[in-house]
């Protein structure tokens, strides 16, 4: 899902993967989210995530330049 959070003088735009198990597609979507300039990665559910040596590899290490954050429960997570 991609949505953007905006605020009174800027918008950012942030990737939500909800329950993504595949260490290879969360790899691509940090390797996309970083030739897209995104902000953030709002990692949910059951979604595999860093540090996950799969994940690094597909990512070609993007995963260490790219912000993301972990949340159970993806309702809480985009109230914020």
Do not use: Q, W
């Amino acid at each position: 899902t991609l949505f953007a959070m905006t605020d009174t003088d800027t918008t950012s735009l942030c990737f939500l993967l909800d329950n993504m198990r595949s260490p290879f597609n969360v790899g691509s979507l940090f390797r996309i989210a970083d030739a897209l300039g995104v902000d953030k990665l709002l990692l949910t559910g059951e979604t595999i995530r860093p540090p996950n040596d799969k994940i690094r590899k597909n990512s070609r290490a993007t995963d260490k330049s790219v912000a993301y954050e972990y949340c159970a429960d993806d309702l809480s997570l985009i109230a914020d």
